[in-house]
């Protein structure tokens, strides 16, 4: 669960803070993820709205029109649809400050997640083995999935879905977004003979049911696991986390493939190497100094990994495989991806990280620093693509290359004592 937020732009990247957020704030790129990914709607130009929204509904009805939905639909839809705005009002909520992401995974990595993710393993282990033989996916990782989209079930928003997704069409930063998913919303509710406009709930940014779809990922994902004729992901567990399932199998989910596991690093290692963009097989991650600090099976020698330093060689390293990206690709968030792992490891009675977190030099956490930092290296002839407040891939370059010319490990890790060098300099 990660709402927008500037510090969060990844490409197969690495996030080093993240958004506080409630269960089901989301909102998402259908391209790239199938709930809510952290940059969609921050970063979008989008040009500003007609003079009002009754203009706009009638300029969206003939385009709607155009692409094949029926009048009578749209009618139903909108309804007494006007502008929300406890929708306007989130979606230009911009946080100063984010959150570190060893709080991120404190607050989502618990006991009592754990436990219950236990028990629910347990009490639908019937529904869970289907799925893994049906989709080849891991029971602990599709119940992180519900735990970390909704609460196992619980929080699934109250929002009228055409509503909000109008209401961020017509104004804000992610009117490409809403018209999008608002297209794709429209298609549902007429081609879903057993889904309803009371039924269409979700979180303020359109996100639906109890794994947080967003219309396109339902209309093209979402699966009748229970055999009842309807894609209930509200309601419904086994179409919930079937629709989850078939998601990361189209995907490139690899069944019997682990998701990762932390790492130890050589004195000897190169950090530079250390970057999702990367990839080695184990056998040679092992040969340049990466240890796992639990056996890891012969038969995952010649897979391909990456090793991920979410905050810098003092802290955690992780040898992450290709269904991490799987899981990328349901949240395009490292610290989402992570959190995902980690429960699944909990439930199996797994240790959950046992290097500790760099508390005494945390990672920039606020637009401002991050742009003094960008600033900063350029001045100092170092490509940071641009300045932009977003820590992206040519950003971690741009460190890199600033450490290495001042003899530190190449980590890319953009912490307090980084800028604070680059202020004496």
């Not at 937020?5 to 199938?34: D, K, M, N, Q, Y």
């Not at 240890?291 to 897979?303: D, E």
């Not at 949240?331 to 959950?352: F, I, M």
């Amino acid at each position: 669960m990660i709402i927008p937020s500037r510090l969060l732009r990844l490409s197969l990247g690495v996030s080093f803070c993240v958004a506080a957020t409630s269960v089901a704030a989301h909102a998402i790129a259908p391209e790239t993820s199938a709930t809510a990914t952290t940059d969609a709607g921050a970063q979008q130009q989008d040009p500003a709205p007609i003079a009002s929204f009754e203009q706009w509904l009638a300029d969206f009805r003939q385009r709607a029109l155009a692409a094949g939905i029926r009048a009578t639909t749209l009618d139903n839809a909108f309804a007494g649809v006007t502008p929300d705005p406890s929708v306007q009002a989130l979606d230009q909520q911009q946080p100063e400050f984010t959150s570190y992401l060893w709080d991120y995974l404190d607050a989502r990595v618990t006991p009592s997640a754990i436990q219950e993710g236990q028990q629910l393993l347990i009490s639908q282990h019937a529904l869970f083995q289907k799925l893994r033989q049906q989709y080849g996916v891991d029971p602990g990782i599709l119940t992180a999935i519900w735990s970390m989209e909704s609460g196992y079930g619980t929080q699934i928003g109250d929002f009228y879905v055409i509503r909000s997704l109008a209401t961020l069409a017509y104004e804000g930063r992610r009117t490409t977004y809403g018209n999008t998913q608002l297209l794709a919303a429209l298609q549902i509710l007429q081609t879903e003979k057993n889904i309803d406009r009371s039924q269409l709930v979700g979180s303020w940014a359109g996100a639906m049911g109890q794994t947080q779809f967003v219309p396109s990922t339902y209309r093209d994902y979402a699966v009748d696991e229970d055999g009842d004729q309807k894609r209930d992901v509200w309601n419904s567990k086994a179409d919930a986390l079937g629709s989850a399932a078939n998601y990361l199998k189209q995907n490139n989910w690899t069944s019997a493939i682990p998701w990762g596991q932390e790492v130890h690093l050589s004195a000897s290692f190169d950090y530079a190497q250390a970057d999702l963009t990367i990839k080695k097989t184990v056998a040679q991650w092992q040969r340049l100094g990466v240890a796992p600090r639990k056996p890891i099976a012969p038969a995952l020698a010649q897979q391909p990994a990456s090793v991920l330093l979410p905050t810098g060689y003092r802290g955690p390293a992780f040898l992450v495989f290709d269904n991490f990206r799987s899981i990328l690709r349901y949240n395009n968030s490292t610290a989402y991806a992570l959190a995902v792992g980690l429960l699944a490891d909990g439930y199996a009675g797994k240790a959950v990280v046992e290097q500790p977190w760099p508390k005494d030099d945390p990672p920039l956490n606020s637009v401002a620093q991050i742009t003094e930092l960008q600033q900063r290296l350029t001045d100092k002839g170092f490509d940071v693509g641009g300045i932009d407040g977003v820590l992206g891939a040519q950003t971690r370059k741009g460190i890199r290359a600033f450490q290495h010319s001042q003899q530190l490990p190449q980590d890319g890790y953009a912490s307090t004592s980084l800028l604070a060098r680059l202020r004496t300099l």
